[in-house]
């Protein structure tokens, strides 16, 4: 997978060298009509936000391999039964809202092997609007432990974000915790559990990709 010791994830890097490009110039320019020094000024808090952006933490994942570990960082906006239809049954779902100002780097929330991949056109509709779950754009992956126990992740394109990355792909084996993807730019994560999981999160919760406990699977 990507990004596994970089501080700031790969693809920031074009948007990052674009923004401090257009700074230098600004600033370059600047000396010599002064005028232009507030826009210089303005593309520098740009290029930090840019770079805050694109950040990659390093997280210490619970040792326990039953919990389900969030996905994502941000808070969440939804708990309930829904039913999930590459599976084709009712699970427990979680969705957790990532505003731009959460780190976007999306991790594995079981070790196991990704039985399917999914990738659906649609809207951007703001993702707290439950009918973003049905109506944008998203890609997902459908998981099975060692156990048998299956869970589908889903990326979900907001109002802002226009672009998900997923490196994962159908037949990898993935380990709770690393990292596997990343929408631009603020976005939600749906993740569907078996019913019997015992839950440790509700609504309003703040997550931590890579760290949180969403539940623990029997």
Same mark, same amino acid.
């Given at each position: 997978m990507r990004n596994t010791n970089t501080p700031? #994830? /790969?693809?920031?890097?074009?948007? $990052? #060298?674009?923004?401090? $490009?257009?700074? #230098?110039? @600004?600033?370059?320019?600047?000396? =010599?009509?002064? /005028? $232009?020094?507030?826009?210089?000024?303005? %593309?520098? @808090?740009?290029? @930090? %936000? $840019?770079? !805050? !952006? !694109? +950040? *990659?933490p390093g997280r210490v994942t619970p040792a326990d391999e039953k919990t389900v570990i969030?996905?994502?960082?941000g808070v969440v906006i939804y708990q309930g039964i829904a039913r999930e239809d590459h599976l084709g049954e009712e699970m427990t779902k979680i969705s957790i809202f990532m505003s731009v100002f959460n780190v976007h780097i999306n991790r594995v929330p079981i070790t196991g092997t990704v039985l399917d991949t999914f990738y659906t =056109?649609? =809207? %951007? @509709?703001?993702? +707290?609007?439950? +009918? #973003?779950? %049905? &109506? *944008? &754009?998203q890609a997902g992956l459908v998981i099975e432990t060692a156990e048998g126990k299956k869970m589908v992740v889903v990326q979900v394109a907001g109002l802002i974000a226009r672009r998900i990355v997923c490196y994962a792909k159908k037949g990898d084996q993935l380990v709770r915790g690393r990292r596997y993807g990343l929408i631009r730019f603020g976005s939600r994560l749906d993740v569907y559990l078996p019913r019997d999981t015992a839950l440790n999160v509700k609504i309003g919760d703040k997550t931590v990709a890579g760290e949180t406990v969403l539940g623990t699977l029997p």
């Open positions: 700031i #994830a /790969v693809e920031g890097y074009p948007f $990052v #060298a674009g923004a401090v $490009v257009i700074t #230098a110039a @600004l600033s370059l320019i600047s000396c =010599k009509v002064p /005028v $232009v020094s507030p826009l210089a000024i303005l %593309f520098g @808090l740009l290029t @930090l %936000f $840019v770079v !805050f !952006f !694109f +950040r *990659n969030a996905p994502a960082d =056109k649609g =809207k %951007f @509709l703001d993702v +707290r609007d439950e +009918r #973003a779950t %049905f &109506e *944008n &754009e």
